[in-house]
């Protein structure tokens, strides 16, 4: 099964896509977590990316696809996989339909998560993540059960995305609105497009995208 989640910065396609990959057994593909690697790792495509991200702008087509084409070989993804975060563009959207078909696969549902943009600084402002395992938090709408310590592995350092402050975030919106929100038309009009209400809280979010994964 190959699901894609589609939706602003903020939306919640990270912390969905963890909870969809644990009971469906999918792996989540989030381009965003690589291109962060990468920008650690100071590797090649890190240092050309880092610039893009710092601004809220993406990062070239050529670089993603890339990375999405030679990750799709990977062992793991065979059983399927479930994209956060690709594609961003309808050239990604396009290159995506090409690595599939030569393997004889297809998209089958592009999950929109719909939410409103007013709330979605405050949402991205706010969030910060376990630095051990990745868990998601935020401030005010999710904070762990013990002040500063991790719910999921205990541990107590979190990190915050340097990119998630409120004029990237601006930059970001308008990113998304310009070159990802075409892709909704795309897919509709290939009868893979699923809308669900993403201002709903986190356990109604998940249930929705489950009824849909379970319809397919
Ligand atoms: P995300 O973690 O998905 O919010 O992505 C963080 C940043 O990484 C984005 O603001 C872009 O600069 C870059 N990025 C992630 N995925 C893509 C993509 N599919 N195409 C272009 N840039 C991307």
């Given at each position: 099964?190959?699901?894609?989640?589609l939706?602003?910065?903020?939306?919640?396609?990270?912390?969905q896509?963890?909870?969809?990959?644990?009971?469906?057994?999918?792996?989540?593909?989030?381009?965003?977590?690589?291109l962060?690697?990468?920008?650690?790792?100071?590797?090649?495509?890190?240092?050309?990316?880092?610039?893009?991200?710092?601004s809220?702008k993406?990062?070239?087509?050529?670089?993603?696809?890339?990375?999405i084409a030679?990750?799709?070989?990977e062992?793991?993804?065979?059983?399927?996989?479930?994209?956060?975060?690709?594609?961003?563009?309808?050239?990604?959207?396009e290159?995506?339909?090409?690595?599939?078909?030569?393997?004889?696969?297809?998209?089958?549902?592009?999950?929109?998560?719909?939410?409103?943009?007013?709330?979605?600084?405050?949402r991205?402002?706010?969030?910060?993540?376990?630095?051990?395992?990745?868990?998601?938090?935020h401030?005010?709408?999710?904070?762990?059960?013990?002040?500063g310590?991790?719910?999921?592995?205990?541990?107590?350092?979190?990190?915050?995305?340097?990119d998630?402050?409120?004029k990237?975030?601006?930059?970001?919106?308008?990113t998304?609105?310009?070159?990802?929100?075409?892709?909704?038309?795309?897919?509709?009009?290939?009868?893979?497009?699923?809308?669900?209400?993403?201002?709903?809280n986190?356990?109604?979010?998940?249930?929705?995208?489950?009824n849909?994964?379970?319809?397919?």
């Amino acid at each position: 099964m190959i699901v894609i989640l589609l939706g602003p910065p903020g939306a919640g396609k990270g912390t969905q896509a963890t909870r969809i990959m644990e009971k469906n057994g999918l792996v989540q593909l989030s381009t965003g977590d690589m291109l962060r690697a990468a920008v650690a790792a100071k590797t090649a495509v890190g240092i050309k990316a880092k610039e893009f991200m710092d601004s809220g702008k993406l990062v070239t087509d050529e670089i993603v696809i890339g990375i999405i084409a030679d990750r799709i070989e990977e062992d793991d993804c065979r059983q399927g996989f479930l994209l956060d975060g690709f594609p961003r563009t309808l050239a990604q959207a396009e290159a995506l339909d090409k690595l599939l078909t030569n393997k004889n696969l297809k998209v089958d549902a592009v999950i929109e998560m719909k939410v409103n943009d007013e709330s979605l600084v405050d949402r991205i402002t706010g969030r910060y993540t376990c630095a051990h395992c990745n868990m998601g938090y935020h401030d005010t709408n999710l904070k762990p059960q013990k002040a500063g310590v991790c719910d999921s592995c205990g541990s107590t350092n979190f990190n915050r995305r340097s990119d998630d402050n409120r004029k990237t975030v601006v930059a970001r919106l308008a990113t998304y609105h310009a070159q990802t929100a075409p892709l909704l038309p795309f897919y509709k009009e290939k009868g893979v497009l699923r809308t669900i209400d993403g201002m709903a809280n986190i356990d109604d979010v998940t249930i929705q995208i489950n009824n849909v994964l379970s319809k397919l």
